[in-house]
């Protein structure tokens, strides 16, 4: 396999995997703009253990994970009491405030970037992407899965059945923030080097336009999206720099033609879009 | 010297109140954050230097490339509205980010990355008073986005024209109802989004004379959070919150680094919206149950 082909492997699993990361709070209603903020998290504190402490990349990445969610939850708790497009901007500016941070802690190489000494080949990558797929299609099974989309669908009626909204709010933003973390770990012991600078807003906003353009009420929406997103730009490599107008033009085409993002199987109730009433 | 940074601050606030208001104005009146506004910002400040290449004085460059950041803003207003009416919060939203990534790479493909100097054919474009140096542009700038802003709430408390506005604002459906064309009425409100982030572009890139393709992403995302730290939909709150932004911004650089602005102004809008997420001039009635 060529290494044009490898990276672009790598990336297309790294993608799918944060496009996860932003569908799970999708799912129960929060646009989640501070991904790659959490994704820098992922990958500094896995990089920062590999070089510190010499943990091998794994267990270093498997506690940037754990890392990237338990700030989640810490962040959660104050940020969740914002909603809708408060909860967007906020998201934006704890993702900004998490790089603007980074860039300026010496110990992290600031500005300069950050150099990774272990290595994830791209079979872990990919095996690590699969295993997301799988683990999200399971969740979606469970009962917990069931809450997050009546919460989405509706929150009072959700609370007055039972469910603890605020808690599946929190669960479902920090199980997208530990997803991040991973991306971000995985992302970084793959090029093997990291800067602040590459995790900015338009960063996260396109990860939140992957599963918008896919569909962001299936589960096969933000994989699509992912898809489309990675592959697309490559494809149109012939186009130079114009790739990624054409891209552009593409995605403001599908959204003039499918509002509703690609995928939209209308069946089960809950993946119903619109709700009633709803204006715009 | 304190005075000195607090006159840079207002001055640079200029530019995030041009922006703030017209990210307000779509916000108040369409319900919808508008992420192509930093697009049009970028694309007035790179335009006025790609006129400027043809021959075209400084000043008529300035107006065409306001001119052209309008028009443009009216073809987003049919891909983000027109077409899609009633389809779901979210999707001018989508559209609105296609039209950002389509601009600025747009300006990239044409004409490179790199950053374009602006010459302005004036000599010294300073006023001193005092040992204070206060840059002529910036402050034309400022003075000129305060009367617009000025003129403009003024023209939406009394005229026809604004009530049908603030009629769409309320309730489009009756508004709709009561005789409101709403479809004449919406690409106004993009026109005028698209003057004021244009507007903007254009006095940043005379003010700092220098433009690249992706200026809007850095300089008009702060214009974002000044929208929110005055209030979101708040005209007047967007001026205020310019200006603040502006101002925690230059002393953010001067008291501790230039890399420290980020988490200033973003940590202030953080808090904000923790705190009190109405902003400073907020009624307290913002629409939260809508996206």
């Known amino acids: ?38 994704m820098a998290i992922g990958a500094y504190a896995s990089s920062y253990l590999g070089a510190e402490y010499a943990v091998p990349p794994g267990p270093a990445i498997a506690i940037g994970v754990l890392i990237s969610a338990a700030v989640s939850i810490v962040i959660a708790f104050p940020i969740l009491r914002t909603r809708d497009i408060y909860l967007a901007l906020a998201t934006l500016a704890l993702g900004e405030c998490i790089s603007g941070i980074i860039i300026n802690t010496e110990a992290l190489g600031g500005a ?8 994830v080949g791209l079979p872990w990558i990919a095996s690590c992407a699969i295993g997301v797929c799988v683990l999200v299609f399971i969740l979606f099974r469970t009962r917990l899965g069931l809450c997050i989309v009546s919460v989405d669908d509706d929150e009072r009626v959700a609370d007055l059945l039972g469910i603890h909204v605020r808690a599946v709010k929190v669960a479902a933003f920090s199980m997208g923030g530990a997803l991040a973390g991973l991306a971000g770990g995985l992302y970084a012991h793959y090029f093997s080097f990291i800067e602040g600078q590459h995790f900015t807003v338009l960063l996260s906003v396109y990860v939140v336009l ?5 569909g962001a009420k299936t589960l096969i929406g933000p994989l699509a999206g992912a898809l489309i997103f990675t592959l697309m730009p490559e494809l149109l490599r012939a186009g130079n720099e114009w790739r990624y107008a054409l891209f552009a033009l593409f995605v403001i085409a599908v959204m003039a033609i499918r509002p509703h993002g690609l995928f939209m199987p209308g069946q089960p109730p809950w993946r119903r879009l619109g709700r009633s009433g709803e204006a715009r | 010297m304190l005075l000195q940074q607090i006159v840079n601050g207002l001055l640079l606030g200029g530019v995030y109140v041009l922006v703030a208001v017209a990210f307000s104005i779509c916000w108040g009146f369409l319900n919808f954050v508008n992420f192509s506004i930093p697009a049009l910002f970028s694309l007035g400040g790179f335009c006025i230097w790609v006129f400027m ?45 296609g039209f950002l990534i389509l601009i600025e790479n747009v300006l990239l493909a044409l004409y490179g990355s790199e950053g374009r100097a602006v010459q302005l054919p004036l000599q010294d474009v300073n ?70 982030s244009g507007l903007a572009g254009v006095l ?20 974002l959070s000044a929208m929110v730290l005055g209030g979101m939909g708040s005209i007047w709150g967007a ?53």
Request: with cysteine.
């Open chain 1, 112 to 119: 300069a970037g950050y150099s990774v000494s272990g290595y």
């Open chain 1, 210 to 214: 992957y599963v918008l353009l896919g």
């Open chain 2, 204 to 223: 940043f890139a005379l003010g700092y004379q220098q433009v690249s393709p992706f200026i809007g992403d850095q300089v008009a995302l702060k214009g």
């Open chain 2, 53 to 97: 290449q043809y021959g075209i004085g400084w000043w008529p460059s300035a107006l065409l490339a306001v001119v052209l950041a309008a028009a443009v803003s009216c073809i987003v207003e049919r891909f983000t509205f027109r077409f899609q009416r009633n389809a779901g919060p979210v999707v001018p939203l989508v559209s609105s980010l």
């Open chain 1, 1 to 38: 396999m060529s290494g044009y082909v490898e990276t672009i492997l790598v990336m297309l699993s790294i993608n799918v995997i944060l496009a996860y990361a932003a569908f799970l709070p999708l799912a129960a209603g929060q646009v989640n703009l501070g991904i790659a903020g959490l």
């Open chain 2, 127 to 196: 006023w001193r008073i005092d040992g204070l140096v206060i840059s002529l542009p910036q402050l034309g700038g400022l003075l000129l986005a305060i009367l617009l802003v000025a003129g403009f709430s003024v023209a939406l408390k009394t005229s026809k024209l604004g009530r049908g506005v603030r009629a769409i604002a309320e309730s489009p459906d009756t508004a709709v109802l009561l005789g409101v064309r709403i479809n004449s009425l919406v690409p106004l409100v993009f026109l005028l989004a698209g003057v004021f």
């Open chain 2, 239 to 291: 001026v205020l919150g310019g200006l603040v932004i502006g101002i925690v911004e230059v002393l953010a650089i001067r008291f501790w680094s230039a890399d420290f602005v980020k988490i200033a102004v973003y940590g202030v809008l953080l808090l904000l919206l923790i705190i009190k997420p109405s902003g400073l001039l907020g009624n307290g009635q913002t629409r939260q149950e809508k996206f």
